[in-house]
Protein backbone atom coordinates (compact mmCIF):
# COMPACT_ATOMS: atom_id res chain seq x y z
CA UNK A 1 0.00 0.00 0.00
CA UNK A 2 1.36 3.37 -1.05
CA UNK A 3 0.97 5.63 2.20
CA UNK A 4 1.64 8.46 -0.24
CA UNK A 5 -1.14 8.51 -2.34
CA UNK A 6 -1.54 7.93 -6.07
CA UNK A 7 -0.32 10.58 -8.81
CA UNK A 8 -3.46 9.51 -10.84
CA UNK A 9 -2.21 12.29 -14.20
CA UNK A 10 1.86 10.70 -13.47
CA UNK A 11 3.25 10.06 -17.24
CA UNK A 12 0.12 11.39 -19.04
CA UNK A 13 -0.26 13.37 -21.94
CA UNK A 14 -2.57 16.54 -22.03
CA UNK A 15 -4.42 17.05 -25.62
CA UNK A 16 -3.35 20.64 -26.28
CA UNK A 17 -4.21 22.84 -29.41
CA UNK A 18 -1.96 25.92 -29.94
CA UNK A 19 -1.68 28.28 -32.28
CA UNK A 20 0.61 31.38 -32.75
CA UNK A 21 -1.50 34.71 -34.33
CA UNK A 22 -0.02 37.83 -35.01
CA UNK A 23 -1.28 40.81 -32.22
CA UNK A 24 -2.08 42.53 -35.06
CA UNK A 25 -4.57 39.93 -36.68
CA UNK A 26 -7.24 40.49 -33.30
CA UNK A 27 -6.93 43.78 -32.39
CA UNK A 28 -9.88 45.68 -34.10
CA UNK A 29 -7.56 47.95 -35.56
CA UNK A 30 -5.97 45.88 -36.64
CA UNK A 31 -2.29 47.07 -35.18
CA UNK A 32 0.48 45.27 -33.49
CA UNK A 33 0.69 45.52 -29.35
CA UNK A 34 2.76 48.52 -29.47
CA UNK A 35 0.02 50.70 -31.28
CA UNK A 36 -3.21 49.42 -30.64
CA UNK A 37 -5.83 51.23 -29.04
CA UNK A 38 -7.84 47.89 -28.25
CA UNK A 39 -5.28 45.83 -26.28
CA UNK A 40 -8.23 44.29 -24.17
CA UNK A 41 -9.24 40.93 -25.75
CA UNK A 42 -11.47 38.15 -23.87
CA UNK A 43 -11.70 34.78 -25.04
CA UNK A 44 -13.76 31.14 -23.86
CA UNK A 45 -13.81 27.99 -25.51
CA UNK A 46 -16.69 25.49 -25.70
CA UNK A 47 -17.62 21.98 -26.97
CA UNK A 48 -21.10 21.29 -28.44
CA UNK A 49 -22.30 17.56 -29.92
CA UNK A 50 -25.54 15.88 -31.12
CA UNK A 51 -27.66 14.06 -29.91
CA UNK A 52 -27.66 10.16 -30.92
CA UNK A 53 -30.65 9.02 -32.36
CA UNK A 54 -31.10 5.33 -32.25
CA UNK A 55 -32.86 3.56 -35.43
CA UNK A 56 -35.31 1.05 -35.07
CA UNK A 57 -35.30 -2.58 -36.54
CA UNK A 58 -31.23 -2.69 -37.00
CA UNK A 59 -29.96 -1.24 -33.37
CA UNK A 60 -27.67 1.29 -35.18
CA UNK A 61 -27.76 4.83 -34.22
CA UNK A 62 -26.59 8.10 -35.70
CA UNK A 63 -26.00 11.50 -34.71
CA UNK A 64 -29.12 13.70 -35.76
CA UNK A 65 -30.23 17.42 -34.86
CA UNK A 66 -28.81 20.67 -33.97
CA UNK A 67 -25.67 20.97 -32.21
CA UNK A 68 -25.85 21.57 -28.23
CA UNK A 69 -23.40 22.86 -25.98
CA UNK A 70 -22.76 20.63 -23.55
CA UNK A 71 -19.34 22.44 -21.84
CA UNK A 72 -17.74 25.65 -21.96
CA UNK A 73 -14.87 27.46 -19.74
CA UNK A 74 -12.86 30.29 -19.96
CA UNK A 75 -11.23 31.28 -16.43
CA UNK A 76 -9.59 27.82 -15.35
CA UNK A 77 -11.14 26.37 -12.07
CA UNK A 78 -14.79 28.57 -12.07
CA UNK A 79 -16.44 25.12 -12.81
CA UNK A 80 -14.77 23.72 -10.17
CA UNK A 81 -14.23 25.65 -7.19
CA UNK A 82 -17.16 28.43 -8.04
CA UNK A 83 -20.37 26.53 -9.86
CA UNK A 84 -21.90 24.39 -7.33
CA UNK A 85 -22.67 20.87 -8.70
CA UNK A 86 -26.20 20.60 -9.31
CA UNK A 87 -25.95 24.25 -11.33
CA UNK A 88 -22.83 22.62 -13.71
CA UNK A 89 -25.05 21.53 -16.51
CA UNK A 90 -27.02 24.16 -16.56
CA UNK A 91 -23.55 26.75 -16.36
CA UNK A 92 -22.08 24.47 -18.82
CA UNK A 93 -25.07 25.10 -21.48
CA UNK A 94 -25.25 28.96 -21.10
CA UNK A 95 -23.32 31.57 -23.11
CA UNK A 96 -20.42 33.88 -21.05
CA UNK A 97 -22.57 36.58 -21.74
CA UNK A 98 -25.28 35.93 -19.55
CA UNK A 99 -23.18 35.22 -16.33
CA UNK A 100 -25.40 37.30 -14.07
CA UNK A 101 -27.50 34.73 -13.69
CA UNK A 102 -25.07 33.00 -11.87
CA UNK A 103 -23.48 36.02 -9.79
CA UNK A 104 -24.27 34.67 -6.48
CA UNK A 105 -22.14 31.59 -6.77
CA UNK A 106 -19.24 34.18 -7.50
CA UNK A 107 -20.22 36.46 -4.33
CA UNK A 108 -20.27 33.29 -1.67
CA UNK A 109 -18.29 30.99 -3.25
CA UNK A 110 -18.67 26.86 -1.61
CA UNK A 111 -14.90 26.19 -2.10
CA UNK A 112 -14.40 29.80 0.49
CA UNK A 113 -16.33 28.29 3.20
CA UNK A 114 -14.78 24.56 2.41
CA UNK A 115 -11.23 25.75 2.78
CA UNK A 116 -12.38 28.05 5.81
CA UNK A 117 -13.69 24.90 8.27
CA UNK A 118 -10.80 22.67 6.81
CA UNK A 119 -8.18 24.76 8.15
CA UNK A 120 -10.19 26.80 10.81
CA UNK A 121 -9.07 30.21 9.09
CA UNK A 122 -10.68 33.35 8.02
CA UNK A 123 -11.64 34.26 4.43
CA UNK A 124 -12.31 37.17 2.88
CA UNK A 125 -15.85 38.66 3.95
CA UNK A 126 -18.76 37.77 1.41
CA UNK A 127 -20.47 39.81 -0.70
CA UNK A 128 -17.34 38.54 -2.99
CA UNK A 129 -17.76 41.20 -5.30
CA UNK A 130 -13.67 40.69 -5.74
CA UNK A 131 -14.27 38.05 -7.59
CA UNK A 132 -16.64 39.39 -10.27
CA UNK A 133 -14.44 41.96 -10.76
CA UNK A 134 -11.50 39.89 -11.65
CA UNK A 135 -13.51 37.22 -13.49
CA UNK A 136 -16.66 38.66 -15.18
CA UNK A 137 -15.59 42.68 -15.78
CA UNK A 138 -12.87 44.43 -18.12
CA UNK A 139 -10.52 46.66 -15.65
CA UNK A 140 -12.30 49.65 -15.22
CA UNK A 141 -15.53 48.15 -15.19
CA UNK A 142 -18.03 49.19 -12.79
CA UNK A 143 -20.10 46.87 -10.60
CA UNK A 144 -23.48 47.84 -9.79
CA UNK A 145 -23.01 47.62 -6.03
CA UNK A 146 -22.96 44.31 -5.16
CA UNK A 147 -24.27 43.19 -8.22
CA UNK A 148 -22.55 42.36 -11.28
CA UNK A 149 -24.24 45.03 -13.16
CA UNK A 150 -24.10 44.79 -16.97
CA UNK A 151 -21.87 43.99 -19.07
CA UNK A 152 -21.12 40.38 -17.25
CA UNK A 153 -19.31 37.94 -18.84
CA UNK A 154 -16.77 35.16 -17.97
CA UNK A 155 -13.99 35.13 -20.13
CA UNK A 156 -10.32 35.15 -20.02
CA UNK A 157 -8.94 38.31 -20.42
CA UNK A 158 -5.79 39.42 -21.77
CA UNK A 159 -4.41 42.88 -22.49
CA UNK A 160 -1.89 41.98 -25.16
CA UNK A 161 0.07 45.38 -24.21
CA UNK A 162 1.55 43.65 -21.74
CA UNK A 163 5.06 42.24 -22.48
CA UNK A 164 5.47 38.22 -22.36
CA UNK A 165 8.20 37.17 -19.32
CA UNK A 166 10.89 35.01 -20.93
CA UNK A 167 9.67 30.99 -19.99
CA UNK A 168 13.51 31.33 -17.58
CA UNK A 169 11.98 34.56 -15.13
CA UNK A 170 7.85 33.07 -15.50
CA UNK A 171 6.46 32.87 -11.47
CA UNK A 172 4.17 29.94 -11.64
CA UNK A 173 1.76 32.08 -9.18
CA UNK A 174 1.59 34.60 -12.29
CA UNK A 175 -0.24 37.49 -11.40
CA UNK A 176 0.33 36.75 -7.30
CA UNK A 177 4.00 36.55 -7.98
CA UNK A 178 4.40 39.79 -9.51
CA UNK A 179 4.79 38.55 -13.19
CA UNK A 180 1.79 40.30 -14.84
CA UNK A 181 2.52 38.47 -17.41
CA UNK A 182 0.44 35.15 -16.25
CA UNK A 183 -2.82 34.37 -14.95
CA UNK A 184 -5.12 36.04 -14.82
CA UNK A 185 -3.82 38.37 -17.66
CA UNK A 186 -4.45 35.14 -19.82
CA UNK A 187 -2.70 31.67 -19.04
CA UNK A 188 0.30 30.40 -19.89
CA UNK A 189 1.36 26.24 -19.95
CA UNK A 190 2.95 26.99 -16.86
CA UNK A 191 0.76 29.00 -14.79
CA UNK A 192 -0.30 26.99 -11.57
CA UNK A 193 -4.10 27.67 -11.89
CA UNK A 194 -4.64 25.53 -9.06
CA UNK A 195 -2.89 26.71 -6.40
CA UNK A 196 -3.64 30.51 -7.83
CA UNK A 197 -7.19 29.78 -7.29
CA UNK A 198 -7.26 28.21 -4.06
CA UNK A 199 -5.17 31.57 -3.07
CA UNK A 200 -7.70 34.19 -4.04
CA UNK A 201 -10.86 32.18 -3.20
CA UNK A 202 -9.89 31.14 0.29
CA UNK A 203 -7.86 34.53 0.66
CA UNK A 204 -3.88 34.28 -0.23
CA UNK A 205 -2.76 35.49 3.57
CA UNK A 206 -4.34 32.36 5.39
CA UNK A 207 -4.33 29.59 2.50
CA UNK A 208 -1.02 29.90 0.93
CA UNK A 209 0.99 27.86 3.58
CA UNK A 210 -1.62 25.34 4.06
CA UNK A 211 -3.42 24.71 0.72
CA UNK A 212 -1.64 23.73 -2.72
CA UNK A 213 1.73 22.09 -3.35
CA UNK A 214 3.86 24.55 -4.37
CA UNK A 215 5.07 22.94 -7.42
CA UNK A 216 4.42 22.73 -11.01
CA UNK A 217 7.06 21.58 -13.31
CA UNK A 218 7.38 18.62 -15.80
CA UNK A 219 8.80 15.50 -14.21
CA UNK A 220 11.26 14.40 -16.67
CA UNK A 221 10.20 16.70 -19.67
CA UNK A 222 11.37 15.49 -22.99
CA UNK A 223 14.20 17.50 -25.32
CA UNK A 224 16.28 20.69 -25.80
CA UNK A 225 15.27 24.06 -25.82
CA UNK A 226 13.76 23.29 -21.78
CA UNK A 227 13.70 25.06 -18.50
CA UNK A 228 14.66 23.57 -15.86
CA UNK A 229 10.66 24.05 -14.96
CA UNK A 230 9.97 22.33 -18.16
CA UNK A 231 8.73 25.31 -20.18
CA UNK A 232 9.87 25.08 -23.77
CA UNK A 233 11.48 28.28 -24.94
CA UNK A 234 10.12 28.68 -27.98
CA UNK A 235 6.79 28.07 -29.76
CA UNK A 236 4.04 25.67 -29.17
CA UNK A 237 6.18 25.97 -25.65
CA UNK A 238 5.27 22.51 -24.85
CA UNK A 239 7.77 19.97 -24.09
CA UNK A 240 7.77 16.72 -25.99
CA UNK A 241 4.66 14.16 -24.69
CA UNK A 242 5.51 11.23 -22.53
CA UNK A 243 5.81 8.23 -25.24
CA UNK A 244 2.36 6.85 -25.22
CA UNK A 245 3.71 3.18 -25.76
CA UNK A 246 6.52 3.17 -22.69
CA UNK A 247 5.43 5.37 -20.37
CA UNK A 248 6.32 5.33 -16.62
CA UNK A 249 3.69 5.86 -13.96
CA UNK A 250 5.48 7.41 -10.87
CA UNK A 251 3.87 7.52 -7.76
CA UNK A 252 4.89 9.95 -4.58
CA UNK A 253 7.08 8.06 -2.73
CA UNK A 254 9.03 6.24 -5.47
CA UNK A 255 12.27 7.12 -7.05
CA UNK A 256 12.28 10.41 -9.67
CA UNK A 257 8.69 11.40 -8.15
CA UNK A 258 7.99 15.05 -7.40
CA UNK A 259 8.20 16.05 -3.44
CA UNK A 260 5.92 14.27 -1.15
CA UNK A 261 3.77 16.59 0.16
CA UNK A 262 0.49 16.31 2.63
CA UNK A 263 -1.88 19.33 2.16
CA UNK A 264 -4.98 19.58 0.57
CA UNK A 265 -5.90 20.36 -3.55
CA UNK A 266 -1.85 19.21 -3.91
CA UNK A 267 -1.36 19.14 -7.53
CA UNK A 268 -0.30 21.77 -10.08
CA UNK A 269 -2.14 23.96 -12.71
Not at 16 to 29: F, G, K
Not at 47 to 62: E, I, P, Y
Not at 77 to 92: A, C, G, R, Y
Not at 171 to 189: E, I, Q, S, V, W
Request: glycine share 10%; net charge neutral; with cysteine.
Amino acid sequence: MNPFGVNRFSGTNVNSIVIEVPIARITRDGKPAEQTNTPLIGMYASTARQKTKHLAGDGTSVLAGPWTQVSRLANPLVNELIIDTPSKDFWNSQEPEDEARFQEFYKNPSIAQALALIFNVPVTPTPRTDLMGLLLKYPGQALNGNDCGNPCSELLRVNLKVAPTQPENQKRLGGLAGDAAGFPNGRRPNDDVTDIAIRVVGGANHIAARAGDGVNFLQGAQGSNLTPNGIYKVFPYLPTPYDGRNRRHIDCGEAGANPVIDRLFAGGG
